[in-house]
């Protein structure tokens, strides 16, 4: 599990990237999280925890787990050799239309690829919790970005794991989908409908296969909600 420290930062910092030398004292902020700041660094993003460090150890462990959909960190930060963050891939935002509105072929292989990860990342025993909207965006492919959401359990078989990370992934989708038609032309009483039929999906089944049986016929979700 992800353990959490603080420290204070002050004074002139020595910062290293798996031994790299950076000067992250004239770097810019480009954005915050709850825990610290990001910074953009070349083709990547610099995590850097203010308070809450996650464990060195667990973090390490992440970086050596390949995956495309589900961001990892990749390598570690330090400063005067104290672990304080780590490089990240950078969000790649296209213009691309709603997940409502993505033809619905398109939009379930983009949640099969996301869900071949997640049994992935399931195997080398990481739990996904605690997704909001604001951890993920879509493309035309879908991405989980925020490690902090991450747990490494070692306590439990990786069949239990899949279903938790299973259940998370679809809540996540859920969410992304019903914020999506609240900003359509849609009455709120199509939506709802469309909300309690998302939630009667059950645990063992995936969001993409749900899906597909469910919008059976339609374009997309959002023709199929209009029409409830």
């Known amino acids: 599990?992800?353990?959490y420290?603080?420290?204070?930062?002050?004074?002139?910092?020595?910062?290293?990237?798996?031994?790299?030398?950076?000067?992250?004292d004239r770097m810019n902020s480009l954005s915050t999280f709850e825990n610290g700041d990001i910074y953009n660094y070349r083709k990547f993003l610099i995590r850097v925890y203010k308070e809450n460090i996650p464990d060195e150890l667990d973090i390490r462990y992440l970086s050596k787990i390949k995956s495309i959909n589900i961001y990892l960190p990749i390598?570690?930060?330090?400063?005067?050799?104290?672990?304080?963050?780590?490089?990240?891939k950078s969000n790649k935002k296209y213009?691309?239309?709603k997940m409502i509105n993505t033809?619905?072929?398109?939009?379930?292989?983009?949640?099969?690829?996301?869900e071949?990860?997640?049994d992935s990342i399931s195997q080398k025993k990481v739990i996904l919790t605690g997704l909001d909207r604001n951890d993920a965006y879509y493309n035309g492919e879908l991405f989980i970005i925020n490690p902090d959401k991450y747990i490494i359990y070692n306590g439990a078989d990786e069949d239990s794991i899949k279903d938790v990370n299973n259940l998370e992934i679809s809540s996540l989708i859920n969410k992304?989908?019903?914020?999506?038609?609240?900003?359509?032309?849609?009455?709120?009483?199509?939506?709802?409908?469309?909300?309690?039929?998302?939630n009667k999906k059950d645990l063992f089944t995936r969001s993409s296969d749900y899906l597909d049986e469910l919008l059976d016929d339609n374009h997309n979700v959002k023709e199929?909600?209009?029409?409830l």
Request: proline residues 1%.
């Open 1 to 3: 599990m992800l353990l």
């Open 5 to 24: 420290k603080s420290i204070t930062r002050g004074g002139n910092m020595l910062y290293r990237i798996e031994g790299k030398k950076i000067n992250l």
């Open 75 to 88: 390598k570690l930060l330090y400063g005067n050799d104290k672990f304080m963050g780590y490089t990240i």
């Open 95 to 97: 213009d691309v239309d």
């Open 103 to 114: 033809p619905k072929d398109e939009l379930l292989d983009a949640i099969y690829d996301l």
């Open 116 to 118: 071949e990860e997640i």
């Open 176 to 198: 992304m989908l019903i914020h999506e038609l609240n900003g359509e032309n849609i009455t709120k009483k199509n939506i709802s409908l469309f909300n309690e039929l998302l």
């Open 224 to 227: 199929f909600v209009k029409k």
